[in-house]
């Protein structure tokens, strides 16, 4: 019996180690994933404690992968964070390295991506739509807040290109901030959406916008002081997620008019929280602009992306 091909994700981003297993058609084989450990009240660790965990989590993960009647026939990993010269981090090397061990060992081909075009791939593939030639790409997270300008190019990749961004805190600083302050666990993101779903109301928060540009870093301040107040704990986690879900609707809506996009798409670990995408929906689909919010599972961090995107490359390159 032949065996059945598919291609390999890899990624090692700042929080986790992943890896996924696709067939030629698009079905998910398998998909490993191991979160970071920080120690707790902790908010988040350097660059040498990422690269060691994930230097020791990802033969766990491919071990994991269930290989029994697979060959694999091309490898996707992230090398760097974002599609710029200058992006770099050391956790990418981690699996950008085993990439390039197992390509050379196996002589297979390796394509590269950056983080967030593994992210841009992972949404597509879990929403189940081609990707329109022009599109937002709104990428929410622990480290970025970037609204990109998604763009097919005449070799069919993607160019991405900010149109917007926060300021100062990402939202998943604001959210790690307050979460640690609230003696919640690092990252605080589940744990705090799970707190605003017992609130009744939402503690108010003010919170500026301007064009493509959004702050964060006030409302942030407001919660520390009402946390050192005694205010209640769900009442202010719910006030963060509406403060979040505010200024992103009102940038992302600028920006759409200015570019004259009609489909967003979200990725990212904030971007999984249930309600920032609802208040999203209604101020987005009041203005008839289109919101792809896909599975949470495939909007934080994971390898689907890359092995989606070197599964695309790989058909495109047959003869």
Same mark, same amino acid.
């Given at each position: 019996?032949?065996?059945? *091909?598919?291609?390999?994700?890899?990624?090692?981003s700042?929080?986790?180690?992943s890896?996924?297993?696709?067939?030629?058609h698009g079905h998910?084989l398998?998909d490993?994933r191991r979160?970071?450990?920080?120690k707790p009240?902790h +908010?988040?660790l350097?660059? !040498?404690?990422?690269v060691?965990?994930h230097? +020791?989590?990802?033969?766990?993960?491919?071990?994991?992968?269930d290989l029994?009647?697979?060959?694999? #026939? %091309?490898?996707g990993v992230?090398a760097?964070? +974002?599609?710029?010269?200058e !992006?770099y981090?050391? %956790?990418?090397?981690v699996?950008?390295?085993?990439?390039?061990s197992l390509g #050379?060992l196996?002589?297979?081909?390796?394509?590269r991506?950056?983080h967030?075009?593994?992210?841009?791939?992972?949404?597509?593939?879990?929403?189940?739509? $081609?990707?329109?030639?022009?599109?937002?790409l709104?990428?929410?997270s622990?480290g970025t807040?970037d609204?990109?300008?998604?763009?097919r190019? $005449?070799?069919?990749?993607?160019?991405?290109?900010?149109r917007?961004?926060?300021?100062?805190?990402?939202a &998943?600083q604001?959210?790690?901030?307050? &979460? /640690?302050?609230?003696g919640l666990?690092? $990252?605080?993101g589940a $744990?705090?959406e #799970?707190l605003?779903?017992t609130? !009744?109301? =939402?503690h108010?928060?003010?919170?500026w916008?301007r064009?493509?540009?959004?702050?964060?870093s006030g409302?942030?301040?407001q919660?520390?002081? =009402?946390? *050192?107040k005694g205010?209640d704990?769900a009442?202010? %986690?719910l006030?963060v997620?509406q403060a979040i879900g505010?200024?992103?609707?009102?940038?992302?809506s600028? /920006?759409?008019e200015k570019?004259?996009l !009609?489909?967003?798409?979200?990725a990212?670990?904030?971007?999984a929280n249930?309600e920032?995408?609802?208040?999203?929906?209604?101020?987005?689909?009041q203005?008839?602009i289109?919101?792809?919010?896909?599975d949470?599972?495939?909007? /934080?961090?994971?390898?689907?992306?890359?092995?989606?995107?070197?599964?695309?490359?790989?058909?495109q390159?047959?003869p």
């Amino acid at each position: 019996m032949a065996a059945e *091909e598919a291609v390999l994700g890899l990624d090692t981003s700042c929080y986790t180690t992943s890896a996924a297993l696709m067939d030629l058609h698009g079905h998910l084989l398998g998909d490993q994933r191991r979160l970071l450990r920080v120690k707790p009240g902790h +908010r988040g660790l350097v660059q !040498s404690e990422m690269v060691f965990q994930h230097t +020791r989590n990802l033969p766990d993960l491919l071990e994991a992968l269930d290989l029994s009647g697979v060959q694999v #026939k %091309a490898i996707g990993v992230s090398a760097k964070p +974002r599609p710029r010269e200058e !992006s770099y981090m050391p %956790a990418f090397l981690v699996g950008l390295g085993m990439a390039r061990s197992l390509g #050379k060992l196996m002589g297979l081909p390796v394509h590269r991506f950056t983080h967030q075009h593994n992210h841009m791939f992972a949404g597509l593939w879990s929403v189940g739509k $081609p990707a329109p030639d022009r599109f937002l790409l709104v990428h929410i997270s622990g480290g970025t807040t970037d609204l990109l300008l998604c763009e097919r190019q $005449p070799d069919g990749n993607f160019s991405l290109e900010p149109r917007g961004t926060s300021i100062d805190l990402h939202a &998943g600083q604001f959210i790690d901030r307050v &979460g /640690v302050a609230l003696g919640l666990p690092f $990252p605080a993101g589940a $744990p705090l959406e #799970k707190l605003a779903e017992t609130a !009744s109301e =939402a503690h108010p928060l003010k919170v500026w916008s301007r064009e493509g540009e959004l702050s964060l870093s006030g409302p942030c301040t407001q919660t520390l002081r =009402a946390i *050192e107040k005694g205010e209640d704990p769900a009442a202010l %986690a719910l006030g963060v997620e509406q403060a979040i879900g505010k200024a992103l609707a009102r940038t992302i809506s600028w /920006v759409c008019e200015k570019e004259q996009l !009609s489909q967003v798409l979200l990725a990212g670990g904030v971007s999984a929280n249930r309600e920032i995408r609802r208040q999203l929906e209604d101020f987005l689909g009041q203005r008839q602009i289109g919101l792809w919010a896909p599975d949470p599972r495939y909007s /934080v961090d994971g390898a689907v992306g890359n092995a989606w995107a070197a599964l695309l490359r790989e058909r495109q390159e047959e003869p």
